[in-house]
């Protein structure tokens, strides 16, 4: 059943928005949702954003308003083809994140959105690196993903979604301080919080200069 649900959420576009937007309610709605890894970040129409594992553009439709240079980068041609009928203003690559074809000191923001909890530990290990390698120093990594809850009201609702929508590698992510390996590669957290009963953290690392 799980596998099914899945599948169903990626093939059909209004069945994952719709998950999204009955999830991101915990924090007051998708437009704070898919902004709160960005708040207190000092964004300009030339700064220089890739939203990694950027999907069908869910959260590359608010980065554009911020920001006239914004990449969006994902695997799946389909998700691309998506998010290029969805947020035309913004440049795509298709591309695993594992190994991005940018140079080095490309970017002055890398933001992701719930995707991290989709890679295994192996992928993580190549991933992180990989952001701070096409980060500018200066610039800062921004996520939001899953969390283990600090509030045990939020445990039953957490788990009925990964069980229903997610595989194992959500589980690993939970169990993992993001914080502390982001920390061991080399960048400095600026910033940490927790949100929905702590069943979702937002992290902000900067590369230093």
């Not at 928005?17 to 949702?33: H, I, K, M, P």
């Not at 980060?135 to 069980?163: K, Q, V, Y």
Request: charged share 15%; aromatic share 10%; glycine share 6%.
């Amino acid at each position: 059943m799980a596998t099914i649900l899945r599948e169903l959420s990626y093939r059909y576009q209004w069945l994952y928005d719709g998950v999204s937007q009955l999830a991101a309610l915990s924090v007051g709605g998708e437009r704070r949702f898919r902004q709160l890894a960005l708040k207190n970040l000092d964004l300009q129409p030339q700064t220089q954003i890739l939203d990694l594992c950027c999907g069908s553009g869910q959260t590359t439709q608010f980065l554009v308003e911020y920001s006239q240079q914004v990449t969006g980068l994902d695997a799946s041609p389909l998700s691309l083809k998506r998010a290029q009928r969805n947020v035309p203003q913004a440049s795509y690559v298709e591309s695993f994140a594992e190994s991005m074809p940018f140079e080095d000191n490309q970017f002055d923001v890398v933001h992701t959105s719930v995707a991290m909890h989709e890679m295994t530990p192996h992928q993580l290990q190549q991933i992180l690196p990989e952001v701070y390698r096409v980060l500018r120093p200066g610039g800062t990594f921004a996520l939001i993903d899953l969390h283990s809850p600090t509030n045990p009201l939020f445990w039953p609702g957490l788990a009925l979604f990964l069980a229903l929508f997610e595989t194992e590698t959500a589980w690993q992510l939970i169990e993992t301080d993001l914080s502390q390996t982001l920390q061991q590669i080399g960048f400095h957290v600026t910033h940490e919080s927790l949100h929905a009963g702590g069943s979702l953290q937002v992290i902000q690392a900067q590369k230093p200069l």
